[in-house]
């Protein structure tokens, strides 16, 4: 298992390197990328010298923080010997006077502005954008609405009219032309979409004849292709419960007018046989109040398939005594102690009542497997940071900056928490190279209200139960030393 992570690690790494880092440094990406790797080539030496040795923490924190520094120093020092740009020349301006607006538009643009809810006190002119600022005397939602619709009034569809908050803590309007956007691209790939559907189907029923026989060769499955049919409880469910997820943000992005690709899966040949699926946003979110209802919606819908194919799938599954050479905090389908997560073993505890002792673990049934991988995955899309589905969740709550803040914080934390989960740090590193900042909405002044606060709240606190292991203390109640009489 160590060596599948440390390879989906490299591929990961492979893609974040080359689309991000490389293209703001001349430093050769494939350095970059060895940099990162370094704390993976260690822990793989480490394997292959002493073998299941435990890596000492105080080792992998050097070697991490060793290898964070080298890369940041290799970025900076390739971005110093990159040529200066040439001087791009400035786009052709919409009037005379060089300005995105002449004088008499200027004027119809204050009159967008009803004083007694957003009093305007200066107009600023940006190669891109035209900036309104001045004091809000409203509120934020009805503020927005009212500037958006006059601007549409007097400018038709020329701008799009985006509300932010200032770096004082002061809302602002930025007017951008719609002609000096990116051009969208296609929305719709059904072609793309079904192969990677089909060719993911193919990879993770093969994972799942993996986990009912184990010791099948290539050759006996050759012979006998039918005996694909046992990997089928754990593929339809897994892919279910991925699908259903990215279907929820899907229907919540078009109900709000946003447009979104269809799901894409990702086909993994080994392993779990898939790296999850993702949806794309083609479009703006219009508030805050949609970005949270498009965040959380994916692990809602995730989580209503989760867990019943998670409780079916342990009342089919075993209880075994844990070896005493295994790990509570491994992900082994085989022997899996409940310990590793907190509501992982409430759920067991429920449906195997004292049958559960403190040395107990559960041979998973495929579709228990795919359950536990549902809950994975939604942990993982629940992490605070950047452009996960935690990341927008903390920003439509807190707002842009506060969300970023919270995401620097979140990643360090898990890095932290890898060292007790051992099955995070492969995510922790992936995490700490994933940029803070997501986009944010047209309007992202308004805040939410209370109950999606709470709400969000409560994801927040769903993300806990399923990565932390089960403390001490609750231990002693949930997993006796014996049969409770």
């Given at each position: ?200 189907f193919l990879t993770t029923t093969v994972a799942g004849l993996a986990l009912v026989a184990p010791d099948l060769t290539a050759a006996e499955l050759r012979l006998n292709p039918s005996l694909l049919w046992q990997g089928l409880p754990y593929s339809l469910s897994l892919l279910l419960i991925l699908g259903i997820h990215e ?226 203390p609750l231990a002693a109640l949930l997993l006796p030393t014996h049969p409770m009489p």
């Amino acid at each position: 298992m160590t060596w599948i992570s440390l390879i989906v690690l490299g591929l990961i790494l492979v893609f974040i390197v080359r689309q991000s880092a490389a293209r703001v440094s001349q430093t050769p990406w494939w350095l970059l990328w060895l940099v990162l790797m370094l704390p993976a080539f260690f822990i793989a030496g480490w394997l292959l010298l002493l073998g299941n040795t435990p890596v000492p923490s105080g080792w992998l924190i050097l070697i991490f923080v060793t290898s964070s520094v080298l890369y940041l120093v290799l970025l900076r020092r390739g971005q110093s010997f990159l040529p200066a740009a040439p001087p791009t020349p400035p786009p052709p301006p919409l009037t005379d006077n060089g300005k995105l607006l002449n004088q008499e538009e200027e004027t119809q643009l204050q009159s967008c502005f009803p004083w007694g809810m957003y009093y305007l006190q200066q107009i600023e002119y940006r190669p891109q954008a035209v900036i309104c600022r001045g004091q809000m005397r409203g509120d934020a939602n009805q503020v927005y609405e009212t500037v958006e619709r006059n601007i549409a009034q007097r400018f038709g569809d020329r701008f799009l009219v985006m509300f932010q908050m200032g770096l004082s803590n002061k809302p602002f309007f930025a007017l951008i032309p719609r002609d000096r956007l990116p051009q969208p691209q296609q929305l719709f790939r059904p072609g793309l979409s079904l192969g990677l559907l089909a060719l993911t189907f193919l990879t993770t029923t093969v994972a799942g004849l993996a986990l009912v026989a184990p010791d099948l060769t290539a050759a006996e499955l050759r012979l006998n292709p039918s005996l694909l049919w046992q990997g089928l409880p754990y593929s339809l469910s897994l892919l279910l419960i991925l699908g259903i997820h990215e279907l929820g943000h899907f229907a919540t992005a078009w109900y709000y007018g946003v447009k979104a690709t269809l799901p894409y899966f990702i086909p993994l040949p080994f392993a779990m046989g898939t790296l999850g699926a993702f949806i794309q946003m083609r479009s703006p979110v219009p508030h805050r109040r949609a970005l949270f209802d498009i965040s959380i919606a994916g692990p809602i819908a995730g989580l209503i398939v989760t867990l019943p194919i998670l409780v079916w799938g342990l009342q089919q599954s075993e209880v075994v005594q844990l070896p005493a050479n295994a790990s509570e905090q491994s992900l082994n389908p085989q022997v899996l102690s409940p310990r590793i997560s907190i509501l992982l073993a409430l759920i067991a505890k429920a449906i195997f009542g004292a049958t559960l002792k403190s040395n107990s673990a559960l041979h998973l049934h495929p579709m228990a497997v795919a359950g536990v991988l549902g809950l994975v995955v939604t942990a993982l899309n629940l992490m605070p940071v950047g452009q996960l589905d935690g990341g927008h969740i903390v920003h439509a709550i807190y707002g842009h900056r506060t969300g970023a803040v919270i995401g620097q914080v979140s990643r360090l934390l898990v890095l932290i928490l890898s060292f007790i989960q051992p099955w995070l740090f492969v995510w922790a590193l992936i995490l700490f190279f994933m940029p803070a900042f997501d986009e944010p909405a047209l309007n992202d002044v308004s805040e939410l209200d209370n109950w999606r606060d709470a709400l969000g709240l409560m994801a927040l606190v769903l993300l806990l139960l399923i990565i932390f292991p089960v403390p001490a203390p609750l231990a002693a109640l949930l997993l006796p030393t014996h049969p409770m009489p």
